[in-house]
């Protein structure tokens, strides 16, 4: 997988903790402290959990308290992205209407728990329109522009994500804020710009898990930089900060495998696979076990990522980015064809341009696949798997020179970025006749 599919997970989970903590904050001020979020998850181990059963105890007690119905929403979406278990959208989703039907008018809470729910399902339309309706009723709502920024990133409107993360960045400069403007900074090629971002973030972090969440981030770009040291810097100070972090392990597996330590690799994905068994997760877990030639393992990866799907599917989630990219590599090419065409229809990312670049060139439709592959490179960042892509499709199109450089920008960008298509990117370079 890419840098940039584990940083939309991440920025996900940046607004989340925003509408956790503002659980937290509302029920902190409750005159009755015995019922508070809030203290409860101060002093529990698992502060979700303790948050969860704070405002279950609180609507047993005053089921009309619309509020809290809106807070037990957004930390039921909190614990689908923390434990990678789609079976809580359906809870949040209950608790969030039940708030509309409490207080159907001027209920911001819920609408813009109801859009950070249909940003987790990849419903971004959707996400989009909800928090435009939060916003209608309260403008000064940061959580709410976090939802439209990423809905807007999703949807391939780059500049009016811009705008709602200016507007973020006004009312609540903090880790969710300034981790969104590094994202953004480095969609569009500015790492400088995105790692200033990431270290203001990281001096705001309060907590050990946002400490966790900044560091992670920021070997993140270190990785896509192929600075696999300073990548190992922030994992290791990340996995300090939180021990057993998943996005933490992840980044750990990666530079494990880049400096071809096999057994650490393959320790560390499986405990990343075992602690949050996402799609993405899986599909990389497996590519690198194709890569040092565990086959037999990496198809049980893949047979435990079908049955994933259709759990994920069964919950609402969309994820036909995902399967085009797994179907053109692992599968059938008419199939991703399929799944990217479906993803395009429902937006123009530069993510949704690869998918659909990929999947036609693995068809056979190289000239249509160019113009996408193009499209996904345009907008200034340089996401070595994208270039690669677009190499490839270069190379069968016949356009040498411009496949030669392609590559190369690939490769010298980040050398590790997939230990199963990177020494496939060095092998059609040198038989193009290598690096011009």
Known sequence: MTTRRTARNLLAAGVLLLLVSAAVAGRAASPEPGRSIGAVATAAPDPLAAAVSSAEQRLEEVPGDWRTWAELGAVYVEQARVTADPSYYARAEDALDRSLELRPEGNDGALTGLGALANARHDFAAAADLAD??????????????????????????????????????????????????????????????????????????????????????????????????????????????????????????????????????????????????????????????????????????????????LFEANGVADDLEIALFEADHGDPGAAVAAAEAEFARRQSIDAHDALGWALHRAGRDAEALEHARAATALGGEDARFLYHRGEIEAALGQIDEARATLTAALDRNPHFSPLHAPRAEQLLAALGGRP
Do not use: I
Request: charged share 20%; glycine share 8%; hydrophobic share 45%.
């Open 133 to 310: 309706r939060a916003l209608a009723v309260n403008p000064y709502s940061a959580t709410a522009w976090g939802v439209l920024t990423d809905a807007r990133t999703q949807l391939g409107n780059y500049d009016g994500a811009g705008v709602a993360l200016s507007r973020m960045l006004e009312l609540r400069p903090g880790v969710a804020s300034f981790t969104r403007a590094s994202y953004d900074a480095e969609l569009r090629g500015d790492t400088g710009t995105a790692v200033a971002a990431l270290e203001q973030a990281l001096e705001l972090a309060a907590t050990p898990a946002d400490e966790a969440f900044c560091r992670t981030y920021l070997g993140g770009l270190a990785w896509a930089d192929g600075d696999v040291d300073e990548a190992s810097r922030h994992y290791a100070a990340g996995a300090e900060a939180a021990s057993g972090n998943p996005p933490v392990l992840l980044g750990q597996a990666r530079v494990a495998a880049a400096r071809g330590e096999v057994e650490e690799a393959t320790r560390k994905y499986r405990q990343v696979v075992q602690a949050q068994p996402l799609p993405e997760h899986l599909v990389e877990f497996g590519e690198f076990l194709l890569a040092v030639g565990e086959e037999d393992e990496a198809a049980e990866q893949f047979a435990v990522l079908a049955t994933v799907w259709k």
